[in-house]
């Protein structure tokens, strides 16, 4: 079974350290192939792009490459069989959004993790944004608050994948 992993960790060094040596290492240990937006486009390309002096070549490379990422990562969400989405940060990224309605919309069940205890919600009722955690549960998945609860909302989208 095929789980796209959403989220913003590949950002930042301390995210990257995570996702690769926790994140990732657990999700295949339950028995998945993790489908990795952060790895479907070569670091090449984006050094290349970074190299280039600041100025209009430079963001016109990178308009071009924005385009080529992006293309990359919905065809691994059309390729997916679930949805996986980091919920950190003050408020949830917006790429992850982006990825949680399209996989949404594509009738795929999506859990979200959210292991950052600051509040992210629009209200007491919610954990993150109202619209993203609609979406997220409405797939008939479920956002979990640590690593050991992951392996048990794993196995429910895949539950609901084998049903499909």
Excluded: H
Aim: proline share 5%.
């Amino acid at each position: 079974m095929k789980i796209y992993l959403a989220g913003p960790l590949g950002f930042s060094e301390a995210g990257r350290y995570f996702y690769n040596r926790e994140f990732i290492p657990q999700v295949q240990a339950l028995g998945f192939v993790v489908l990795d937006p952060w790895s479907l486009t070569p670091q090449s390309e984006v050094d290349a792009v970074a190299k280039l002096p600041e100025g209009p070549a430079q963001r016109e490379t990178w308009r071009k490459l924005n385009v080529k990422i992006a293309a990359r990562n919905r065809a691994a969400l059309d390729e997916c069989d679930a949805v996986v989405a980091i919920l950190d940060g003050v408020d949830v990224d917006s790429g992850t959004a982006a990825e949680i309605g399209y996989a949404f919309a594509k009738d795929k069940p999506i859990a979200g993790y959210r292991g950052d205890f600051r509040l992210s919600a629009d209200n007491e009722g919610a954990t993150v944004n109202l619209q993203v955690e609609y979406f997220i549960r409405q797939s008939g998945g479920d956002i979990v608050k640590s690593m050991a609860e992951l392996p048990k909302a794993l196995e429910k989208i895949a539950a609901l994948v084998r049903k499909r």
